[in-house]
């Protein structure tokens, strides 16, 4: 099992950029793919972002393609997103998971962090 905490969330305004990060306990990190997701409030958790365990692959939702960067450093057990432009909506808590591969199926990834809150205003 992986432990995961998110953190580096906050308060950004509209067209503001912020980054949060994943920092990951145990030895095997660097053997996973890691994903992004978020929950608005009332809504369901979503995918945001995936990468595979060498960083070589990258995948995102359509909402935030072009805006948000996903990367990781397998050195420091730290996975990253990079959120520019950030839009009213893009308001969520952000969650880091451990997927099997870069899927975007939330069911398929586990050992989810306790989350990081966004909210960005307009």
């Known amino acids: 099992q992986v432990q995961l905490v998110e953190s580096g969330g906050g308060l950004v305004p509209a067209g503001g950029s912020v980054r949060v990060s994943c920092a990951a306990s145990g030895r095997t990190f660097g053997r996973y793919a890691m994903g992004w997701f978020r929950q608005a409030p009332g809504k369901e958790r979503e995918f945001v972002a995936a990468?595979?365990?060498?960083?070589?692959?990258?995948y995102y939702a359509d909402s935030v393609k072009g805006r948000f960067t996903i990367s990781r450093d397998n050195a420091k057990n730290t996975v990253y997103l990079q959120m520019n432009s950030l839009k009213p909506e893009d308001t969520a808590v952000y969650y880091c998971a451990v997927g099997p591969y870069t899927t975007t199926t939330t069911t398929d990834y586990r050992d989810w962090g306790q989350g990081t809150q966004v909210t960005v205003s307009s």
């Open positions: 990468i595979s365990w060498t960083g070589g692959s990258t």
